[in-house]
């Protein structure tokens, strides 16, 4: 089949795909058809391609997929820290109501921190080793309030830590990064990212790095704050676990595109994609029988540079020869599926989709 | 499984000294007297957080490093102290493998040859010529034999823990030890290997000593289950024991702590609070008792025993340990 022929008319889902222009215009961060690409030696990678979504005050999104899925580059290029030497980026991302794409550096630099702003992976190397933690919560502070005086940024700084949960911030303030624990690098870290209140928070991997009982501290802080200060979170992670405890919506990201969208309960609950099933089911669990193998995706995460043609995740997928040739040809475009709100980009028909889930996840035991 | 144990550690204990300039200021106690058997054919998970001294325990295991002090018993013989000439044929017996797949190969040398050297340091001549044995391991662990005279930088991460593993396989050993050996992969690479080295273990009846920071991990591949804090068991136990009826409080805060995607919502958790003291000078009695809600006086005065509650199979050591309560009501309410 050529891939310029239109969709043939045996089309099991035969609704519109999702338009371009979503709804929620007055969410606090709308991403529309946003692609990003580097040029190297090697080749074009086509790190994001078309990838839309919304996150609106109060709510949490969980960006899930596994490494080269394009989930860390979506949210750099929200915070506009791609190089514009060697980036491409076009779409919309609007924080605000305000456009971020194309907008000028120092404009960007205004937003980031006062109304956006990132909790990293690794807080030692996002914390300059030479300052101290005080310092330099005070001049993330100071930067966007340049009236405020020293005394007053320092007072700012050391009611932040405190409110991160470090004991005795008046004395952690003038301490160096390698004087904290991992730990408690990470609450600094949150506290200088939320020092100047912005709206919109992103957490890349913020737990990844960190113990489970610490990580336990780490997703409650976050959460506490998010009642308190109302902000929109968009939590990256790979662990999937996470995601259900502290989400309330998941898009789920494979070669750059968004395969599956929807509240955290559907993709969860009753998840409609095959690489969706694929990470659900090689997951181990605390429940369900032990002794049971995992399932494993077979193959490997795809080449960004050199993506497959059609649908990025076929060769993997063992539903694929069930979807035709379409698979190999036409990337397929998110619709909707199951209940409201909920998409999915999958050749597969939505009946097809629930007698292989029932079938072939759902009995395994471990998606439930 | 009645046999006499492949493995037994007796009091073993690693402290670093840690110096400034040329005087000793201190001693970091990684390891602090573990007691463990593994017999053969047994999986053996050693679970805890960062700086408990699971690595240090591994290390030690297969005399990458020098105890301080205790025994370790291989197949009968005391290799606690053993030289580089007694080890080397133990080493056929006794392989580790790395977490890290990216620093474990060389980059220099072919898949072939890294995982003939076992064979060749060992002066072993396999049946049939070394290359054919190099060539029946790729294939054991899934990868294709023809990829032999490839370099480690053409393989993904999962691909390249698939050679290391062939590396650890090549000598038929009796005991692997494997630190972390999925953490640093994707999770659905994860799988692939979990499934792999359970087959090989399952396959060629190997006894393991595994080594990870998931719980849920080594819940899916251990029989037995060690639960170490500071440099210490706290808890040891079958894996029905460990995961349905934790007795240690530890082990219950680090359970209800993993995030599990049969679960949505806040989970009622046990909230452990501050972070894991420095074994520098880890507390008094109890090492847990900082960051444990139960802790009474006597915790602080006298350090509780490793002692066996019922039966035998599963020991605890807490002055408070749970008894009976499974650990779904205590998490709920």
Not at chain 1, 303 to 321: E, K, M, T, V
Not at chain 2, 183 to 204: F, G, H, K, P, T
């Amino acid at each position: 089949m050529d891939s310029s022929e239109p969709l043939p008319s045996g089309e099991p889902d035969d609704r519109p795909a999702v338009p371009a222009q979503r709804s929620d215009q007055d969410a606090y961060l709308r991403v529309d058809d946003l692609r990003v690409r580097f040029d190297t030696s090697d080749g074009v990678v086509r790190a994001v391609d078309g990838v839309s979504f919304s996150v609106d005050r109060g709510r949490t999104l969980g960006i899930v997929g596994e490494s080269g899925s394009g989930k860390s580059v979506t949210s750099l290029a929200i915070l506009g820290l791609h190089d514009p030497k060697r980036t491409t980026i076009t779409g919309e991302i609007s924080v605000g109501g305000r456009q971020v794409v194309g907008l000028a550096d120092e404009e960007v630099r205004r937003l980031r921190g006062r109304d956006m702003a990132m909790i990293f992976q690794d807080p030692l190397s996002a914390l300059h080793p030479y300052y101290t933690v005080g310092r330099q919560i005070a001049e993330a502070y100071r930067v966007h309030h340049p009236k405020a005086n020293r005394r007053e940024a320092r007072q700012r700084a050391v009611d932040m830590l405190d409110r991160v949960g470090i004991p005795q911030p008046a004395r952690r303030f003038d301490q160096y990064p390698h004087e904290f624990s991992g730990g408690m690098r990470q609450r600094a870290m949150i506290a200088m990212s939320l020092v100047n209140d912005p709206a919109l928070l992103i957490a890349d991997e913020p737990t990844t790095a960190l113990d489970v009982t610490v990580q336990a501290q780490i997703l409650d802080l976050l959460a506490d704050l998010q009642a308190e200060f109302h902000s929109a979170i968009i939590l990256i992670t790979h662990d999937l676990g996470v995601v259900g405890q502290v989400a309330d919506d998941v898009l789920v990201m494979y070669g750059g595109r968004a395969v599956e969208r929807g509240s955290v309960e559907q993709v969860l609950r009753s998840p409609q994609h095959p690489y969706t099933w694929g990470l659900l089911s090689s997951v181990p669990s605390l429940h369900g029988d032990a002794d049971a193998d995992l399932v494993p995706i077979p193959g490997n995460p795809p080449s960004l540079i050199n993506l497959p043609q059609g649908c990025a995740f076929h060769p993997r997928c063992r539903y694929a020869d069930r979807a035709g040739s379409r698979s190999r040809t036409d990337v397929p475009e998110l619709r909707p599926a199951g209940a409201a709100g909920h998409l999915v980009a999958c050749h597969l028909g939505e009946e097809e989709r629930a007698t292989f889930y029932a079938e072939d996840v759902a009995s395994v035991g471990v998606a439930r | 499984m009645t046999d006499e144990p492949l493995l037994r550690v007796r009091g073993l204990t690693k402290h670093f000294p840690v110096r400034q300039g040329l005087r000793a200021t201190g001693l970091v106690r990684a390891v602090d007297g573990l007691d463990f058997d593994v017999r053969p054919g047994e999986t053996l998970g050693l679970v805890g957080e960062s700086g408990c001294g699971k690595t240090t325990t591994g290390r030690m295991l297969v005399r990458l490093l020098e105890p301080t002090s205790g025994s370790i018993e291989f197949a009968g013989r005391d290799i606690t102290h053993a030289g580089r000439r007694e080890l080397r044929p133990l080493r056929q017996e006794l392989q580790i493998i790395f977490q890290d797949p990216y620093a474990s190969l060389n980059p220099r040398h072919t898949v072939g040859r890294i995982v003939a050297m076992p064979l060749q340091v060992n002066g072993i001549k396999p049946p049939g010529g070394i290359k054919a044995r190099v060539q029946e391991l790729l294939e054991l662990v899934g990868l294709n034999p023809e990829h032999y005279n490839r370099y480690p930088h053409e393989f993904s991460g999962g691909q390249r823990q698939r050679i290391g593993i062939a590396r650890a396989l090549a000598l038929r050993p009796k005991l692997i030890v494997a630190d972390e050996p999925v953490s640093a992969l994707d999770v659905s690479i994860q799988a692939q290997v979990v499934n792999l080295l359970r087959d090989l273990q399952r396959e060629l009846g190997l006894a393991f000593v595994f080594i990870a920071h998931d719980l849920a991990v080594i819940r899916h591949f251990c029989q037995r289950v060690a639960v170490m804090y500071l440099g210490r068991i706290v808890e040891i136990g079958d894996r029905e024991d460990i995961y349905e009826r934790p007795q240690h409080p530890y082990t219950r805060a680090l359970l209800s702590a993993i995030p599990d995607v049969t679960q949505l919502g806040p989970a009622g958790r046990i909230r452990l609070t501050g972070d894991v003291p420095t074994p520098l000078d880890p507390p008094s009695g109890c090492r847990f008792r900082t960051r444990c809600w139960k802790a009474q006086d006597i915790c602080a005065t006298e350090e509780p025993a490793l002692v066996p509650r019922d039966g035998g199979r599963q020991a605890t050591a807490c002055h408070f340990p749970e008894v009976a309560a499974p650990i779904d009501e205590e998490v709920s309410s």
